[in-house]
């Protein structure tokens, strides 16, 4: 069956074809000829994961996913959530701008509970599915660690000592917010 990921992002890509049994051909936007950007004007990563999958299930008519990702703090009533990526400069969108902007509002907080959440969303034959996937932690009082992107260094998820960022890539995939998610979506897929 062909199944198209809607996303420009390689790493994702390539994370997802090795979870995905080869009984799907999976598409890419250079497949379809797929060259415009799709505006994320929704209101939740939910909205924003719907409009990229429906967009391009209405105008190409197959099935497609595609993802979208966050990180909600609670003490900051779930922000930036849905604009995790242009937290501190819409402009100019940068991890260590967004970062540093965290670690301001975040000074004084004693609650210093979080969360990553992916939500994808599936159109298949038409109708269209949700999964989602979550990774609790705390925010850091400062960044430790220099691998992965985003928040990473100044996340640390429960039950371990270090941050996303100080952890090797395997072992962020095999505990993070977007595997779960990508895990849920194989499963329905080889089942559906
Ligand atoms: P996207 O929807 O996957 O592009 O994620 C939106 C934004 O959320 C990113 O630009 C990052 O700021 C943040 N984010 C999502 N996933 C992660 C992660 O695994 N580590 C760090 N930051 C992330």
Redesign the pocket.
Known sequence: MKLLFATN?QN?LKEIIGLLSDQFELLTFADIGFEDDIE?TGST?EE??SIKSKTIAEKFNINVFS?????EVEALGGA?GVH????ADKEN?S?EK?MAKMLTKMKDEENRNAR?K?VISLVLNGKEHLFEGTVNGIITKEKRGES?????PV?QPDGYEIT?AQMSAEE?NSI???YKAVKKLCEFLTTA
């Open positions: 992002n994702k994320e990563i924003n994961a993802d979208d990702s966050g990180l930036p995790s990526a242009r937290y969108p991890g967004n990553f992916t992965g992107f985003g928040y990473d996340f996303f962020k993070s917010h977007r």
